[in-house]
C-alpha cells in the first residue's frame, strides 16, 4: 500500500523561507515516478506548482520561478520544495502527488495536504 507523508508546513512571514518535503513508501512496483507539487489557495482551483520527472526534468509554474527549487532523493523516495522569497500569494495547502508509470499503467498518488501561510 502506497503512503505519502508531507512535512514542512507553517506560517512563515513575507520573505521568509520553508522547505516542504515528501516521503513515499511501498512503490516497489512503480519504476518511473514522476514528483510534483501542487496547491490550492482558499477559494481557487488546486494548480500545478513543480515537477521533478523520472529522468530529473524539472518544470515550476511562472508564479515560483526563481523562488522555489524542487529535489529529489530517490534512494529515500523522497521529494523537497524549497520555498524561497515567500509571499502572500504563496499562501495554499500544499499536496504532493507522485506519479507511477510501468508498462504503459499510470496511478496517481496524493499527500493529505499541508498548510502553508504567508503573512505581510
Known amino acids: 500500500q502506497v503512503q505519502i507523508v508531507e512535512s514542512g508546513g507553517g506560517s512563515v512571514q513575507a520573505g521568509g523561507s520553508l522547505r516542504l518535503s515528501c516521503a513515499a513508501s511501498?512503490?516497489?512496483?512503480?519504476?518511473?515516478?514522476?514528483m510534483s507539487w501542487f496547491r490550492q489557495a482558499p477559494g481557487k482551483e488546486r494548480e500545478f506548482v513543480s515537477v521533478?520527472?523520472?529522468?530529473?526534468?524539472?518544470t515550476y509554474a511562472d508564479s515560483v520561478k526563481g523562488r522555489f527549487t524542487i529535489s529529489r532523493d530517490n534512494a529515500k523516495n523522497t521529494v523537497s520544495l524549497q520555498m524561497n522569497s515567500l509571499n502572500t500569494e504563496d499562501t495554499a495547502m500544499y499536496y504532493c502527488?507522485?506519479?507511477?508509470?510501468?508498462?504503459?499503467?499510470?496511478?496517481?498518488?496524493w499527500g493529505k495536504g499541508m498548510q502553508v501561510t504567508v503573512s505581510s
Open positions: 521533478i520527472k523520472n529522468d530529473e526534468t524539472i
Open positions: 511501498g512503490l516497489n512496483n512503480c519504476p518511473r515516478r514522476d
Open positions: 502527488k507522485i506519479l507511477c508509470s510501468s508498462l504503459g499503467r499510470k496511478r496517481e498518488y
